[in-house]
């Protein structure tokens, strides 16, 4: 299983990007069974959970991300997606898409998310 992710990049405050995580090998029954999140981790700082989406279709945001980011998923595609809006400078990170399946946890290989101001 591989998750790869793409679609970061830099961007001026206000700006924004929509992230996206394909898991590739991955059967369509773990997919859909699954909780899928985007983590970040901003140089000096441990990563943290930006968003996540659980198999039940709940989402979770972290608070200074709200109304600001949606997560979102095509089971077909086995593909999640972060759309990042009126970003910020402090949204300046590494981004991380994983997917937990039981005791299973599988890391995209992050993708940069740069915001100027």
Not at 22 to 34: E, N, Q
Not at 41 to 68: C, F, H, I, W
Request: proline share 2%; net charge positive; charged share 20%.
């Amino acid at each position: 299983v591989q998750l790869q992710a793409s679609g970061g990049g830099s961007v001026q405050a206000g700006g924004s990007l929509k992230l996206s995580c394909a898991a590739r090998g991955m059967i369509w029954s773990t997919f859909t069974g699954s909780r899928r999140a985007w983590y970040r981790q901003a140089p000096g700082k441990e990563r943290e959970l930006v968003a996540e989406l659980t198999s039940e279709g709940m989402t979770n945001y972290q608070d200074s991300v709200k109304g600001r980011f949606t997560i979102s998923k095509d089971n077909s595609k086995k593909t999640v997606w972060l759309q990042m809006l009126s970003l910020e400078p402090e949204d300046t990170a590494v981004y991380y898409c994983n997917i937990k399946f039981g005791s299973w946890h599988y890391w995209g290989q992050g993708t940069q998310v740069t915001v100027s101001s």
